[in-house]
């Protein structure tokens, strides 16, 4: 089996794990599938020499392709994953906001000065 063909069997595998419905709750795992399985690809990918034959030009068109939209498809969990910090941070903060209610306020608020001596 050539290095092409190799990488063209990872591919399928990942383009085949971001294109099924994303759970909030296996995202963890899936995040670590896909770090394997890019891994093992990149390891792969520096055997692929040309010249490519028909059959190999192919097998490139479609590695072409699926890489497209699996680049969608990160960027697509990566604003989920920013949306879901964004989201923790605020509710971090609400909570903190409701446990001391007067954290953020300043000693001064109300206190008058008198500049007569």
């Not at 383009?15 to 890019?38: A, H, K, M, W, Y």
């Not at 964004?86 to 446990?99: I, R």
């Not at 954290?103 to 008198?114: I, L, R």
């Amino acid at each position: 089996m050539s290095s092409l063909e190799k990488v063209y069997g990872i591919t399928e595998q990942l383009f085949q794990l971001v294109t099924r419905p994303l759970i909030t709750e296996e995202r963890d795992d899936l995040v670590s599938q896909i770090n394997q399985l890019i891994s093992t690809r990149e390891q792969f990918i520096s055997g692929v020499q040309p010249p490519f034959g028909p059959k190999d030009m192919q097998m490139y068109e479609q590695l072409m392709i699926w890489n497209e939209t699996i680049n969608e498809k990160f960027a697509f969990i990566k604003s989920q994953i920013q949306q879901d910090m964004t989201q923790l941070k605020k509710s971090k903060a609400t909570n903190q906001q409701y446990v001391n209610p007067y954290q953020n306020v300043s000693s001064s608020d109300g206190m008058f000065y008198d500049k007569r001596k």
